[in-house]
C-alpha cells in the first residue's frame, strides 16, 4: 500500500476533526494569523524602497521570508505521507487516530467556518430588529472593508453574503486545499499569501507593487479553490429553498448561468462563490459602483443571510464529506 493511500484516511479524519474544534471551540484568541500579521507588518516597517522595482522585490522577499518561516514552524509538527510520524499501515486505529486529532488540532486555526457563519447571523440579527446602525457595526467590525455608514438595509444583507460566500473560499475550502496538496505547511503558507494579500493587496500608490506578489500569488491559489467553493455552494443548495418562510426556491440551470455571473464581479476568483451564492438563493447581489450579480433575483434581506449562513455552513461540510470519501475508497 502506498504512502499516499495510507495517509487518505487520517488526512479526512484531521479535516472533520478541525472543523468539528472549530464549532465546539471556536478559534483560539492567541491566534496564528496575529503572529503571521505581525511579521508581515514588521516586514513593511523595514521597507527600504518606494519605487516599482524595488517595492516589487521587496514585497516578494517579504512574503517569501514570512511564508519560509511559518512552513518551517509547522513543519516539524506535521504528519504527512512519508514522515515518521504518519502512522504506517501496520500502526492500528489508535495512532491513526492520535495522528489525525493531533493534526486536527494544529489546522484547526487555519480553518474559521463558524465565525464566518455567525457574524453574517449578528447582521441579520440586527436587520431583523430594525436597528440598522447595528447591522452596519457588525458588518464593518467582522465581516467588510468598504465603507458601510451609508448602506441600506438590502445593501447591508448583501454585503454580509458576499462576504460569506467569498469566505467560504478564503476561510475554509482554500486552506483545506493547501492541506490536501501540502500538509499543515500549505495550509499555513496559504494562511501568509492569504494575510498578506488582505494588508498589502491594494492598488494605492504605496502599496500596488509591494502589495503585487501577495494579490498574485493569492489570485493564484485561490484559482481552483473558488470554483470548488461554487460548485459546493451549489451543490449545497439542492433544489429546496433555504429560507425558513420557504420561498425563493434554486433556479434551473445555476451551473449553467455561473460563469456569467461570476464574471461580473472584479478579479478572478471572488466572483465565482458570490455568483453561486447569489444563484442559489434568488437574489441579487450588489456592490454600489462595481459589480451586481443576478441582476434579476429579489432583493436580500435579513432572511437571506441566515440563509445564506445554512448555505456555506452546508457547502462546507459537503466537501468535507467528499474528502472523507475519496479518503475511505483510497484506504
Not at 521597507?47 to 512574503?63: H, N, Q, T
Not at 500596488?208 to 501577495?214: D, E, F, H, L, Q
Not at 448561468?257 to 478572478?268: D, T, Y
Amino acid at each position: 500500500m502506498s504512502a499516499w493511500r495510507r495517509a487518505a484516511r487520517p488526512v479526512a479524519l484531521s479535516l472533520v476533526g478541525a472543523l468539528v474544534l472549530d464549532r465546539v471551540l471556536g478559534q483560539p484568541r492567541l491566534h496564528p494569523v496575529r503572529a503571521i500579521g505581525g511579521l508581515l507588518g514588521g516586514a513593511r516597517r523595514l521597507r527600504r524602497s518606494r519605487g516599482p522595482l524595488g517595492s516589487l522585490v521587496e514585497g516578494a522577499a517579504a512574503l517569501a521570508v514570512v511564508s519560509g518561516i511559518a512552513a518551517a514552524a509547522s513543519r516539524p509538527l506535521t504528519a504527512r505521507p512519508g514522515r515518521s510520524s504518519r502512522p504506517s499501515s501496520g500502526s492500528g486505529l489508535p495512532a491513526t487516530l492520535l495522528a489525525a486529532g493531533t493534526e486536527a488540532l494544529l489546522l484547526h486555526p487555519a480553518l474559521a467556518l463558524e465565525p464566518l457563519a455567525e457574524a453574517g447571523e449578528r447582521v441579520a440579527a440586527a436587520l431583523g430588529a430594525g436597528d440598522l446602525d447595528g447591522a452596519r457595526r457588525h458588518l464593518a467590525w467582522d465581516l467588510v472593508s468598504r465603507d458601510t455608514s451609508a448602506l441600506d438595509a438590502s445593501h447591508c444583507a448583501s454585503a454580509a453574503i458576499e462576504s460569506m460566500a467569498e469566505n467560504l473560499c478564503d476561510s475554509v475550502v482554500a486552506p483545506a486545499c493547501a492541506y490536501l496538496a501540502a500538509g499543515l505547511p500549505g495550509a499555513w503558507v496559504y494562511r501568509v499569501v492569504n494575510t498578506a494579500d488582505a494588508m498589502f493587496g491594494y492598488r494605492t500608490p504605496d502599496l500596488i507593487w509591494y502589495g503585487k506578489p501577495a494579490a498574485r500569488a493569492d489570485d493564484l491559489l485561490n484559482f481552483v479553490p473558488a470554483r470548488l467553493a461554487a460548485v459546493l455552494i451549489v451543490m449545497a443548495a439542492g433544489s429546496q429553498p433555504l429560507r425558513r418562510d420557504g420561498i425563493r426556491p434554486v433556479p434551473d440551470g445555476v451551473l449553467r448561468l455561473l460563469p456569467r455571473e461570476a464574471s461580473r464581479a472584479a478579479g478572478p476568483n471572488a466572483g465565482w462563490p458570490m455568483a453561486a451564492a447569489a444563484l442559489a438563493l434568488g437574489v441579487r447581489l450588489q456592490k454600489p459602483g462595481v459589480y451586481t450579480l443576478n441582476a434579476a433575483g429579489a432583493r436580500p434581506d435579513a432572511g437571506d443571510i441566515d440563509a445564506a449562513a445554512t448555505l456555506i455552513r452546508r457547502a462546507a461540510w459537503l466537501g468535507v464529506g467528499l474528502v472523507v470519501v475519496a479518503g475511505a475508497c483510497r484506504s
